[in-house]
């Protein structure tokens, strides 16, 4: 299965250090959350590198959980879909279930704040003991005068990988390219958030404006 984004880079580094963490921290018969799991392809790489996890995935489009139906077609007795909204995650059935790990995949850049905040407090109440929740997403930049190292680091991967990242000319023209569905959180936002919903948190990776961060229950 071809990945839907080819657009970052690093990102097959990144997906490649996530699904070594669930398949690292799983045994037979745990319950794994995608939360947008769109067409399937992060869930087909845990399906293959944990063959006894069970995967529950989330996505608010029908015609997406169809294809990745379709594409997880050999798991699937592995793979339950579940369409549905993230800003309601409690009347989506799944609330009598712990989870391993709960994860999501650049998702919650399309969320609202608020809506962030009751996804990670949601997530800590459903996790199991010694479970994780992994959020892979941009994180926003909040200081102008950083913005400088901020390009030199794209200019970098764009030299070392042959393609860039999302990039912008100037610190105004990144901030009005932000909106409604590109809103990402800082990385403070993010710890603070992960922090009150009872989680000990912290970023295990970040390769230019898109981090790997963790919760642990």
Known sequence: MEDPIQR??????????????????????????????????????????????????????????????????????RFTAVEGDLNGLSELGLNERN??????CLTFHDLTHEAKQAVIQ???AHLAPGGFLLVYDRIRLTEASLFPMQTSL????????????????TFDTYQSDL?????????????EWINAAGLAGACIHLHGNIGLIAGAA
């Open 8 to 77: 970052h880079p690093t990102r097959q580094e990144q997906l490649d250090m996530l699904v070594h963490l669930v398949a690292e921290q799983t045994t037979d018969g745990d319950h794994i959350l995608d939360l947008g799991c769109g067409t399937g392809y992060v869930a087909s790489l845990l399906l293959e590198s944990a063959p006894n996890m069970l995967l529950t995935g989330v996505d608010l489009s029908a015609d997406s959980l169809m294809q990745a139906a379709d594409n997880l077609g050999r798991h699937a007795a």
């Open 99 to 104: 989870f391993k790990v709960i994860y999501t």
């Open 122 to 124: 949601w997530s800590a």
């Open 154 to 169: 794209w200019r970098r991967i764009e030299r070392l990988h042959g393609r860039g990242m999302r990039t912008t000319p």
């Open 179 to 191: 909106g409604v569905t590109n809103n990402p959180a800082s990385l403070s936002e993010y710890l």
